[in-house]
């Protein structure tokens, strides 16, 4: 595996080409496939998320293999990336996630049913309706992110091979991004939220995978990359 960090040039700013690029989530989502595709049959094997600084993008991702890149605009910087893993071992963690969960639609008029992806804050308020607790005031969304979001963790954290508790996970940083895939008139609608804290790995195996493959949906969109260090 292979870590890197991609940052924009000093002097980028300066060129036409970078406000071409960097303007957007679908923009550096194409940058970022072109590091890594070699081929037009080529699966994605990475994984990234954007963070900024100075409001510049700065991208982190993790890979089966080194991005290459000729041009002028970015900055790479790649290691090599193998995490000693065990059993029972404390890592401090930060995940972009895009926490949704499946539900089924109501039969049409031929009796076929759909399932549709919710994102689970906006499921939340559904569920509870207008948003309000048992003595009718209002639930902030601060609080159903924090709630929402540590369950769909733990429900799933199981089959990445490790363990949170809720008191030390926190959930924030709801996001709602729209945006349209280049030439295209279908908008792309994802809700991503920042989870950080302590886990306990349960299973080294599969917890290297996920690493690697990622976690949740929306991974080629940079959710679903998970970043460790010692706890």
């Not at 679908?26 to 963070?51: A, C, K, N, P």
């Not at 993008?57 to 041009?71: D, E, F, L, N, Q």
């Not at 209002?138 to 709630?147: E, I, K, N, P, S």
Request: aromatic residues 12%; proline residues 5%; glycine residues 8%.
């Amino acid at each position: 595996m292979y870590f890197s960090r991609i940052q924009i040039r000093s002097d980028a700013s300066l060129s036409p080409e970078f406000w071409k690029i960097a303007t957007g989530p679908y923009q550096i989502h194409t940058m970022v496939w072109d590091l890594y595709s070699d081929g037009e049959t080529r699966e994605r094997d990475f994984l990234y998320r954007v963070d900024y600084s100075r409001n510049r993008p700065v991208i982190y991702s993790v890979s089966r293999r080194r991005p290459v890149y000729t041009g002028s605009l970015w900055a790479v910087e790649t290691k090599e990336y193998n995490p000693v893993l065990y059993g029972g071992q404390r890592l401090w963690f930060s995940l972009r996630a895009n926490p949704v969960r499946t539900r089924w639609t109501p039969p049409d008029k031929e009796g076929r049913r759909f399932h549709r992806r919710h994102d689970v804050v906006m499921d939340a308020k559904r569920l509870i309706r207008a948003s309000r607790d048992s003595a009718g005031k209002a639930v902030r969304t601060a609080d159903l992110v924090q709630q929402e979001g540590v369950r769909w963790l733990k429900e799933r954290c199981g089959k990445y091979g490790f363990s949170v508790g809720e008191e030390r996970v926190i959930a924030e940083a709801y996001r709602q991004l729209r945006f349209f895939k280049n030439g295209k008139n279908r908008e792309v609608l994802i809700s991503t939220v920042d989870f950080s804290g302590i886990l306990e790995v349960t299973d080294p195996d599969l917890f290297r995978k996920a690493l690697l493959e990622g976690i949740g949906p929306a991974k080629g969109f940079g959710c679903g990359m998970m970043m460790i260090k010692p706890a």
